[in-house]
């Protein structure tokens, strides 16, 4: 009788264990099939396309070995969007989608096709989004160019499936060196070519957070947590280099799970480990739980916590634990051309700009309709866009936009980005107000990049 | 089998126990136990956590663990009754927690929140009890009842199928973002009982967990509507000829199983302030394993299993992880969490305290 109920329950087990399997089996196996029609489309049509339409007419210009997109008379030059406007990220990307939507209204035409947002995909923050969201702009291909991702884990794949399929990725907010290089001239693991953002590299944010601990708040010990996403994991990396090399020590380095709601028993080991300063670059909720758990675990009184660019958003701010921390991010853009994107955003959506990338998504967003407008080739009432053509100009041309002067390097990095720490005290009452509570700013020269 | 029978299969058995199979789950045994020991060993004696330290990751761990258990408590009585796992379990906890966010956000505006915390905390409990119950009962009238007398695994994978119609319902009632339980002061910062300093919110969460899970042996032990539920978890056929009502029995299973999730929703509130339509996945994956930790289908195994579980996700990664100097040990806790289910079942395979279940049943 024992054994009989004991493979009932294994079998129920295996059930599950085989419905869970199926789910996950399925939505990779879609996926795959799909990338590879992605892939293979665009290769396709530029093939047909290369002999018949473009080097038989009087263009004397080569079509470079990623083919051309071929824009009919009356058609739109289509881009996508490929951003977290779901979940707890979802000021991330939706603070970006409304960037890319004001800039593709302030650029206008080129050479009379108007430019179309045909896509508005959802990365949701992780792998798997970025993956699916990726596969579903390149299955068209009409897209140029595509607008993403927010967050550097769905940059991964996104880089990856959109690059080879020919087309140009550009970011206003990964961050993670692996995408690019570590800007001392080692390519990152997850670089391809094609891939470009206008955000600045971790690499930079990491030694600016590491140089204020340092050199501002005095303090030698410190504690660092991170939640195994590239984003988290590139900057809290790079900050334990650079607060090392200043000569303080790192007390611990852990992690947590993205859902992970208990917290204590790691806020335990951090108080055990002596540190007077937890940084913490992750994202909510876990950052929620974090702060909130930190102020009651014994011996983390007086600790300091610091986040960095990812929990720097409307909601996180406003919770009554987040007071008096510190967060590292980018720099607000100030001037004219900066104010009057403000007053059209806020003219548009109701509200101030919610969270510190639109302004990196607007000079993406422009700077690559830039690119594309200079390489496009009139061929009747058509227009042909050369795509080695447009990764060729991204990557010559200097482009002056509201968050500075950008000139991509050869592995896509095009921001030298001041980096701000700010800080979130009592008298701050929403994100603006925080982000304008600048504590310390360094630019990329500051740092020795 | 007659007494005579059991005698004579004595020896039968005793030789049959001395297999390869025997002897290598006696060497898995031995080899888990020879791990956790030597881990343990290598970090207590490493010194780097206090005895104060350690004693706070257990409270953490109880706290937890007593959550937990409230959730298990409904897994283990259906299965009891219905010997099914309801997997919409998890969303009936998540739906009370929802509502206790309402009501306490409702509340916190209030001058009776800060006033009189116990008369708020009382009805943001029972708030989220009736909600809980409620829709316990609407789920299983909706989709399990109609399936009575089904083979076992169409009521489980319904049970998916509830389990998931009830996120995205909430999903498109509160919408997807994260919810920020207001903050209770009275229950903030820490008593202090003879030197032992614990946190507030995590006495009141202990204290009412262990007053419900009381109740709810009482109520099942000592009540006639108790009496009823353990005859048809014994038999249900032979408890219906005997004049009891099985479906009305199987809806009262429900609707005290919710209510324990309910008060686990509020609870969990207090201790983890934040949460989306998204919460009950996760709870409701551990409470599932505390059940079959404690035994499933046993009620007091289902209160020590939870328990238990909290204190070894709380500790283990501590305890055990570090010792081996693993790095990014916290991360690892939920595999610490099911690694001991593992292991209990290796020692015990039908649970802690699943084997009178068993030989009741047998």
């Given at each position: 009788?024992?054994?009989?109920?004991?493979?009932?329950?294994?079998?129920?087990?295996?059930?599950?264990?085989?419905?869970?399997?199926?789910?996950?089996?399925?939505?990779?196996?879609?996926?795959?099939t799909t990338t590879t029609a992605g892939t293979e489309e665009p290769?396709?049509?530029?093939?047909?396309?290369?002999?018949?339409?473009?080097?038989?007419?009087?263009?004397?210009?080569?079509?470079?070995?990623?083919?051309?997109?071929?824009?009919?008379?009356?058609?739109?030059?289509?881009?996508g969007?490929?951003?977290?406007?779901?979940?707890?990220?979802?000021?991330?990307?939706?603070?970006?989608?409304?960037?890319?939507?004001?800039?593709?209204?302030?650029?206008?035409?080129?050479?009379?096709?108007?430019?179309?947002?045909?896509f508005?995909e959802?990365?949701?923050?992780?792998?798997?989004?970025?993956?699916a969201g990726a596969t579903r702009i390149i299955a068209d291909p009409q897209v140029?160019?595509?607008?993403?991702?927010?967050?550097?884990?769905?940059?991964?794949?996104?880089?990856?499936v959109?690059?080879?399929a020919?087309?140009?990725?550009?970011?206003?907010?990964?961050?993670?060196?692996?995408?690019?290089?570590?800007?001392?001239?080692?390519?990152?693991?997850?670089?391809?070519?094609?891939?470009?953002?206008?955000?600045?590299?971790?690499?930079?944010?990491?030694?600016?957070?590491?140089?204020?601990?340092?050199?501002?708040?005095?303090?030698?010990?410190?504690?660092?947590?991170?939640?195994?996403?590239?984003?988290?994991?590139?900057?809290?990396?790079?900050?334990?280099?650079?607060?090392?090399?200043?000569?303080?020590?790192?007390?611990?380095?852990?992690?947590?799970?993205?859902?992970?709601?208990?917290?204590?028993?790691?806020?335990?080991?951090?108080?055990?480990?002596?540190?007077?300063?937890?940084?913490?670059?992750?994202?909510?909720?876990?950052?929620?739980?974090?702060?909130?758990?930190?102020?009651?675990?014994?011996?983390?009184?007086?600790?300091?916590?610091?986040?960095?660019?990812?929990?720097?958003?409307?909601?996180?701010?406003?919770?009554?634990?987040?007071?008096?921390?510190?967060?590292?991010?980018?720099?607000?853009?100030?001037?004219?051309?900066?104010?009057?994107?403000?007053?059209?955003?806020?003219?548009?959506?109701?509200?101030?700009?919610?969270?510190?990338?639109?302004?990196?998504?607007?000079?993406?967003?422009?700077?690559?309709?830039?690119?594309?407008?200079?390489?496009?080739?009139?061929?009747?009432?058509?227009?042909?866009?050369?795509?080695?053509?447009?990764?060729?100009?991204?990557?010559?041309?200097?482009?002056?936009?509201?968050?500075?002067?950008?000139?991509?390097?050869?592995?896509?990095?095009?921001?030298?980005?001041?980096?701000?720490?700010?800080?979130?005290?009592?008298?701050?009452?929403?994100?603006?107000?925080?982000?304008?509570?600048?504590?310390?700013?360094?630019?990329?020269?500051?740092?020795?990049? | 089998?007659?007494?005579?029978?059991?005698?004579?299969?004595?020896?039968?058995?005793?030789?049959?126990?001395?297999?390869?199979?025997?002897?290598?789950?006696?060497?898995?045994?031995?080899?888990?136990?020879?791990?956790?020991?030597?881990?343990?060993?290598?970090?207590?004696?490493?010194?780097?956590?206090?005895?104060?330290?350690?004693?706070?990751?257990?409270?953490?761990?109880?706290?937890?663990?007593?959550?937990?258990?409230?959730?298990?408590?409904?897994?283990?009585?259906?299965?009891?009754?219905?010997?099914?796992?309801?997997?919409?379990?998890?969303?009936?906890?998540?739906?009370?927690?929802?509502?206790?966010?309402?009501?306490?956000?409702?509340?916190?505006?209030?001058?009776?929140?800060?006033?009189?915390?116990?008369?708020?905390?009382?009805?943001?409990?029972?708030?989220?009890?009736?909600?809980?119950?409620?829709?316990?009962?609407?789920?299983?009238?909706?989709?399990?009842?109609?399936?009575?007398?089904?083979?076992?695994?169409?009521?489980?994978?319904?049970?998916?199928?509830?389990?998931?119609?009830?996120?995205?319902?909430?999903?498109?009632?509160?919408?997807?973002?994260?919810?920020?339980?207001?903050?209770?002061?009275?229950?903030?910062?820490?008593?202090?009982?003879?030197?032992?300093?614990?946190?507030?919110?995590?006495?009141?969460?202990?204290?009412?967990?262990?007053?419900?899970?009381?109740?709810?042996?009482?109520?099942?032990?000592?009540?006639?509507?108790?009496?009823?539920?353990?005859?048809?978890?014994?038999?249900?056929?032979?408890?219906?000829?005997?004049?009891?009502?099985?479906?009305?029995?199987?809806?009262?299973?429900?609707?005290?199983?919710?209510?324990?999730?309910?008060?686990?929703?509020?609870?969990?509130?207090?201790?983890?302030?934040?949460?989306?339509?998204?919460?009950?996945?996760?709870?409701?994956?551990?409470?599932?394993?505390?059940?079959?930790?404690?035994?499933?289908?046993?009620?007091?195994?289902?209160?020590?299993?939870?328990?238990?579980?909290?204190?070894?996700?709380?500790?283990?990664?501590?305890?055990?992880?570090?010792?081996?100097?693993?790095?990014?040990?916290?991360?690892?806790?939920?595999?610490?969490?099911?690694?001991?289910?593992?292991?209990?079942?290796?020692?015990?395979?039908?649970?802690?305290?699943?084997?009178?279940?068993?030989?009741?049943?047998?």
């Open positions: 009788m024992k054994t009989k109920r004991g493979l009932k329950l294994l079998a129920l087990l295996a059930v599950l264990t085989l419905v869970i399997a199926a789910c996950g089996g399925g939505e990779g196996g879609e996926d795959e290769t396709t049509t530029a093939g047909e396309e290369e002999p018949t339409t473009t080097a038989g007419e009087e263009e004397p210009m080569e079509p470079g070995e990623l083919g051309v997109v071929e824009v009919g008379a009356g058609e739109n030059v289509k881009i969007s490929l951003q977290a406007i779901s979940g707890d990220v979802a000021s991330l990307g939706t603070d970006q989608v409304r960037a890319t939507e004001i800039a593709i209204a302030d650029f206008g035409d080129i050479q009379g096709h108007a430019v179309e947002l045909a508005n959802d990365d949701t923050c992780g792998a798997e989004g970025g993956q140029v160019a595509v607008i993403g991702t927010s967050c550097s884990g769905a940059g991964v794949p996104a880089s990856n959109i690059t080879s020919g087309r140009v990725l550009i970011s206003g907010s990964n961050t993670s060196p692996v995408l690019t290089s570590d800007l001392v001239g080692n390519e990152g693991p997850e670089h391809h070519p094609g891939y470009f953002r206008t955000a600045h590299n971790d690499a930079i944010q990491g030694a600016a957070a590491a140089q204020f601990v340092f050199d501002e708040l005095g303090l030698t010990s410190v504690a660092t947590v991170n939640d195994g996403d590239p984003y988290t994991q590139g900057l809290t990396s790079a900050f334990e280099a650079s607060f090392e090399e200043l000569g303080g020590t790192i007390a611990i380095s852990t992690a947590v799970t993205a859902d992970q709601t208990d917290m204590r028993p790691v806020l335990t080991e951090i108080a055990a480990a002596g540190a007077e300063l937890i940084f913490f670059p992750i994202f909510q909720p876990a950052g929620d739980f974090l702060a909130e758990q930190a102020l009651e675990v014994a011996g983390l009184e007086e600790t300091i916590l610091m986040g960095a660019d990812g929990l720097l958003s409307d909601t996180y701010v406003v919770l009554p634990q987040t007071e008096n921390m510190y967060f590292s991010g980018p720099q607000t853009p100030q001037g004219p051309a900066y104010d009057e994107f403000v007053g059209k955003y806020e003219a548009e959506y109701g509200e101030a700009p919610i969270q510190s990338f639109h302004a990196h998504a607007y000079d993406a967003t422009l700077m690559v309709l830039t690119a594309i407008s200079n390489v496009a080739q009139a061929d009747g009432d058509n227009l042909v866009i050369d795509l080695q053509a447009v990764r060729d100009e991204l990557h010559s041309m200097t482009y002056d936009g509201l968050t500075g002067s950008l000139s991509c390097d050869e592995f896509g990095d095009c921001a030298s980005p001041n980096i701000d720490i700010v800080q979130n005290t009592e008298a701050e009452a929403d994100i603006a107000a925080v982000r304008a509570n600048v504590q310390a700013t360094y630019s990329a020269s500051d740092l020795g990049f | 089998m007659t007494q005579a029978a059991t005698v004579d299969a004595r020896p039968v058995r005793r030789v049959s126990r001395i297999t390869p199979v025997s002897i290598f789950l006696w060497g898995l045994r031995i080899a888990a136990l020879a791990v956790i020991l030597y881990g343990s060993f290598l970090s207590i004696s490493s010194g780097r956590l206090s005895a104060s330290q350690w004693r706070d990751l257990i409270v953490f761990g109880v706290s937890t663990g007593s959550v937990y258990a409230l959730i298990a408590l409904g897994y283990t009585m259906v299965y009891g009754v219905l010997r099914f796992i309801n997997f919409a379990h998890g969303e009936v906890f998540m739906v009370g927690a929802m509502m206790a966010f309402y009501v306490a956000n409702g509340l916190s505006t209030t001058s009776l929140w800060a006033n009189n915390p116990i008369v708020s905390l009382l009805i943001v409990l029972l708030a989220a009890m009736i909600t809980s119950t409620t829709v316990a009962v609407v789920v299983e009238r909706i989709a399990y009842r109609p399936l009575r007398g089904a083979p076992r695994l169409i009521p489980l994978i319904t049970s998916i199928g509830a389990s998931f119609t009830i996120q995205y319902l909430v999903r498109g009632l509160v919408g997807p973002s994260t919810k920020a339980f207001p903050r209770m002061e009275p229950l903030r910062g820490t008593f202090e009982l003879g030197g032992f300093v614990i946190l507030r919110s995590q006495v009141v969460v202990i204290v009412a967990a262990l007053t419900m899970m009381l109740l709810l042996y009482l109520f099942v032990e000592k009540t006639r509507t108790g009496k009823s539920m353990r005859a048809v978890s014994e038999d249900a056929e032979t408890a219906a000829l005997m004049g009891i009502d099985v479906d009305r029995t199987i809806v009262k299973v429900f609707a005290v199983g919710g209510a324990m999730a309910g008060v686990a929703g509020a609870l969990w509130g207090l201790v983890f302030p934040s949460l989306n339509f998204f919460s009950g996945f996760l709870p409701g994956i551990k409470a599932f394993t505390s059940a079959v930790l404690g035994g499933i289908g046993n009620i007091v195994g289902a209160m020590l299993g939870g328990v238990s579980l909290g204190i070894f996700e709380s500790v283990g990664p501590s305890l055990v992880l570090a010792g081996y100097e693993i790095p990014a040990f916290s991360q690892l806790k939920d595999v610490v969490a099911y690694s001991a289910l593992v292991l209990v079942l290796i020692f015990r395979p039908t649970g802690i305290l699943g084997e009178r279940l068993a030989q009741e049943r047998g």
